[in-house]
């Protein structure tokens, strides 16, 4: 049982180039979130989604796009990369109605550095 | 707009020190509300919760937190804490059937040994 597993863990952009961060989660849960941590910012949400098929965005959706093909997995991509996307991304879930007991579940995050 | 504002960035504490974080808090309907742990290198992870009910909650590794709906506040405390206590903390809000946390800035603790 993996929980929340993220891919990369690790990438070096150029200025422009494209890229799709992986969130995986074996947990059955319909909520999932992309989001940014940068020091002294805590951590602000780029994009959710509530379910499959579905996606909203957050308070920093700019300059990323997102997909929820299946229930599983939870896509954030970056068309063109640009130096003020360095962060650290982290992917989180949790399950719907009775079974969510507002605790978020994280995956071990993935560090983008764009040059 | 709703926010947390967690007013100690870095703090430094030797061992057996007590621990209290300030955490406040900017809606003024029903909330959740939230610690978060990040050990280096690690995720996030609960350490605490508050719901409803008692207003002094008990998380993991002897950390507790109180709910103080007047102020606005639910600080963190930990009555003598370990070197293994570094860490960043993060104070997050929910509203009860909403989709969205709001986090606060967090808070880098350094213990020394």
């Known amino acids: 049982n993996a929980g929340v597993t993220q891919t990369p863990k690790f990438r070096v952009l150029k200025t422009g180039q494209s890229m799709t961060l992986l969130c995986a989660q074996d947990?059955?849960?319909?909520?999932m979130y992309w989001y940014r941590q940068d020091p002294g910012m805590g951590l602000r949400l780029i994009h959710y989604?509530?379910?499959?098929?579905?996606?909203a965005k957050g308070e920093v959706p700019d300059g990323y796009n997102v997909s929820r093909l299946k229930k599983q997995n939870f896509l954030l991509g970056l068309e063109s990369a640009a130096p003020s996307q360095t962060s650290v991304y982290f992917c989180a879930t949790n399950p719907r109605g009775g079974l969510n007991t507002g605790e978020l579940f994280f995956g071990e995050g993935s560090r983008l550095t764009v040059l | 707009a709703q926010s947390v504002s967690q007013h100690n960035h870095h703090v430094i504490l030797s061992e057996a020190a007590s621990l209290e974080l300030g955490c406040n808090y900017s809606y003024g309907g029903t909330v959740n509300l939230f610690w978060y742990v990040q050990y280096p290198g690690q995720h996030l992870q609960l350490l605490l919760k508050?719901?409803?009910?008692?207003?002094l909650v008990k998380g993991i590794k002897g950390f507790e937190a109180e709910f103080i709906k007047s102020k606005f506040s639910f600080n963190l405390r930990k009555p003598s804490v370990q070197w293994s206590d570094t860490a960043e903390y993060f104070c997050a809000v929910n509203r009860p059937g909403t989709y969205k946390y709001i986090f606060g800035t967090g808070t880098r603790l350094k213990v020394l040994a």
């Open positions: 508050y719901f409803s009910g008692d207003p």
């Open positions: 989604s509530v379910g499959e098929g579905t996606t």
């Open positions: 947990m059955n849960h319909e909520y």
